[in-house]
Nanobody, 123 residues
């Protein structure tokens, strides 16, 4: 079992930055690929970014490429999402997720999910 707790969300003006954190606890962490998803009101949850367990591979949704960066610290059991140049359309609840394979995260599948953290970007 892996428990995931997100933090770092909040209200920011367009063009600003936020750094989301995801703290993992449980028996194992390192073998899992980790990802971030988001869900805006009235919309389906969508993939944002993912990183392999070794941090050697990362992938991003087109709409965040060049603005968001995913990273992880396996020693601390932490995953981060640095979000720069935020836009009002980035407003959503952001979720952390863990999966055995990064490919599954890109398909929207995960073994474990966090509860989410709200990000609101004002214009």
């Amino acid at each position: 079992q892996v428990q995931l707790v997100e933090s770092g969300g909040g209200l920011v003006q367009a063009g600003g930055s936020l750094r989301l954190s995801c703290a993992a606890s449980g028996r194992t962490f390192s073998p899992y690929a980790m990802g971030w998803f988001r869900q805006a009101p009235g919309k389906d949850r969508e993939f944002v970014a993912a990183i392999s367990w070794s941090a050697g591979v990362s992938d991003y949704a087109e709409f965040v490429k060049g603005r968001f960066t995913i990273s992880r610290d396996n020693a601390k059991k932490m995953v981060y999402l640095q979000m720069n140049s935020l836009k009002p359309e980035d407003t959503a609840v952001y979720y952390c997720a863990a999966s055995a394979f990064i490919s599954r995260l890109k398909e929207g599948q995960a073994n474990y999910w966090g509860q989410g953290t709200q990000v609101t970007v004002s214009s």
